[in-house]
């Protein structure tokens, strides 16, 4: 079975979450679902440098990375992802979709509302519980 590695951010600006949702996928489980942004780490990488890199390139986002949050091994029918979550801040939420279709800002409470895939409600569980 194929792995998949990667990191994702939770973005904070002030008291609300930013969620971006996916294109269309051949793969119907994650087709238009919500995620946290971030993506593949290359090599010679750290994780979190991964993820700077990834948030300005799919984004156009400089964001502080503040800490490490959870890490979430999930099986998908094609694919075994792993991926490692980082809580981040941005002071703005002015940003550039250069690969997803939509983005919400919401505060915690509200996440539970958006059709997240599947290896992301772990993440949106824990925020939820922490409050
Ligand atoms: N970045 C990110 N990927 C996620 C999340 N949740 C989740 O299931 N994934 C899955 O992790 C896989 C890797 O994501 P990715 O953004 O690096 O890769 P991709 O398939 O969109 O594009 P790529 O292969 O061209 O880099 C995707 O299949 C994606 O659906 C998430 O919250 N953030």
Known sequence: MKKVEVVAGVIF????VLCVQRPKNKFNYIS???????GKIEEGETKEEALHREL?????????????????????PDFELT???????????????????????LTINELTVLDWAAADIPIVDKLVSNG
């Open 13 to 16: 600006c002030q008291d609300q």
């Open 32 to 38: 238009e679902k919500f995620e946290f942004p971030g």
């Open 56 to 76: 300005l390139e799919e984004l156009n986002l400089s964001t502080k990375i503040k800490s490490f949050y959870l890490t979430v091994v999930h099986q998908y």
């Open 83 to 105: 991926m490692h979550s980082f809580t981040c801040e941005v002071e703005s939420k002015e940003l550039t979709l250069h690969e997803h279709i939509d983005q919400k800002w």
